[in-house]
């Protein structure tokens, strides 16, 4: 598998989950409103936040035909072109937020949506690109983003097996740094049963990336059971409040929930171990309280081990009670008393 990295972080199996707090359009419109979710992404404790870059004129048309409006979902009845310009992340302000990430000490990447947002990315030095779900099958954007030469996260929503072969084949073909890939369900919010992490296997094994959640339900919890199933990297979308009604406010989580998100997902990482069949530092204190071999009635010297003076009990610092049939019917050495941890040494 090809080591994966944003900005120097490494991102993989041994290393802590990589999380992404997405800011989407949940700004508000108000660039003082994404400032402040850059803080409390920071403050959650996220490895990076993630615009998106578009326009709604680079995304669609100014059009008001049935094709064009959106029909059931969160967003019902409302035309592309007006959701668009609502949630779109001005371009303007990239400059400041990216900025501002990096004064605070955080990450920040984007999503593009057409080569001139890419263009404007490489000016603000992104350090990776991120392709959406509903991207993966624009092999032209793939392939201008990969030849930046940066690592892409590409995101599977919807997808098919060979969409994905074709997503993956193109951004290595073009020249990406590495490819990470994202199981995803592009449903808004994602029904906890519609989840189907056991997909992760199967992306990590049929195309060796690094794989991790782009999750949209509506708790931290779905994260930490992908970690378990070896998600790398998590994205979830963060809102200051569900009440603000932002265009993705619905599925997003407030800043202590998003703590909560951080926290499960190292959690799990750290449980995951290595795998190694050997006793816990923990559990050394914990190996008085098995049994061995204890003198239960005093023995005299050269006198006969039997069931009714030695038994298998706790604690733990006498012989192994695997040794009871060997010792049984053997002499004592010398005079034993009752509470005696048996040795080896005690047994003619």
């Known amino acids: 598998m090809t080591p994966f990295a944003i900005a120097g972080r490494p991102i993989g199996s041994e290393h802590p989950p990589y999380v992404v707090a997405e800011l989407s359009g949940n700004h508000q419109g108000e660039i003082a409103c994404a400032l402040r979710l850059i803080d ?19 995304l669609t048309l100014d059009y008001a035909g049935p094709d064009f409006t959106i029909d059931g979902g969160p967003w019902d009845g409302r035309r592309l072109y007006e959701l668009y310009s609502e949630a779109h992340t001005p371009w303007e302000w990239h400059p400041e937020l990216f900025a501002y990430a990096r004064r605070i000490g955080i990450e920040c990447f984007s999503s593009p949506f ?12 992104a350090p990776a690109y991120k392709i959406a779900s509903f991207e993966i099958i624009d092999t032209p954007l793939i392939r201008c983003a990969a030849g930046t030469g940066k690592p892409l996260v590409i995101s599977t929503g919807m997808a098919s097996e060979r969409e994905i072969a074709e997503a993956v084949g193109t951004a290595r073909e073009a020249g990406a740094a590495s490819v990470a890939l994202l199981h995803c369900t592009s449903a808004y919010p994602t029904p906890a049963a519609e989840a189907n992490l056991r997909r992760l296997t199967r992306l990590k094994e049929g195309f060796g ?44 989580l407030e800043p202590s929930e998003f703590t909560r998100l951080v926290v499960g997902v190292r959690t799990a990482w750290e449980a995951l171990g290595d795998g190694a069949m050997v006793r816990q530092p ?67």
């Open 114 to 125: 057409d080569p001139s947002a890419v263009e404007l990315l490489e000016r603000l030095g």
């Open 40 to 58: 409390a992404a920071k403050e959650a404790g996220a490895d990076a936040v993630k615009l998106q870059t578009y326009t709604a004129d680079t």
């Open 282 to 348: 923990s559990e050394e204190a914990s190996a008085i309280f098995r049994r061995s071999l204890y003198v239960v009635s005093d023995i005299g010297s050269g006198e006969q081990l039997t069931e009714s003076n030695v038994r298998s009990i706790r604690p733990g610092y006498g012989l192994a009670p695997k040794h009871l049939p060997e010792i049984l019917g053997r002499k004592a050495r010398r005079g034993l008393a009752r509470g005696t941890a048996l040795e080896w040494s005690m047994i003619e």
């Open 209 to 252: 990336c690094p794989i991790g959640l782009s999750d949209h339900t509506l708790a931290p919890d779905v994260p930490v059971a992908a970690v378990a199933l070896g998600a790398c990297l998590i994205e979830k979308h963060i809102t200051l409040a569900r009440s603000d009604a932002g265009p993705d406010a619905g599925f997003s």
